[in-house]
């Protein structure tokens, strides 16, 4: 059973992560020869405030 975790900042659609998890699936299975039943998916979202690059808050990134 492949488990997969997926974080990112939030502000995506609802039908993006749909797009999201059928692609992500879909490379799974031709990866690793699984059934799309047995692929989780967890996505995590984060607020901008809550990731950093650089010593640098995403949310101060312009």
Not at 20 to 42: H, R
Request: glycine share 4%; proline share 3%; charged share 35%.
């Amino acid at each position: 059973m492949p488990v997969v975790q997926i974080e990112m900042i939030e502000g995506r659609t609802e039908e993006q992560k749909r797009q999201l998890v059928k692609n992500v699936t879909n490379a799974v299975v031709e990866s690793v020869d699984c059934k799309p039943e047995a692929v989780k998916i967890i996505i995590r979202e984060m607020k901008k405030e809550h990731y950093a690059e650089g010593g640098v808050l995403y949310k101060d990134k312009k």
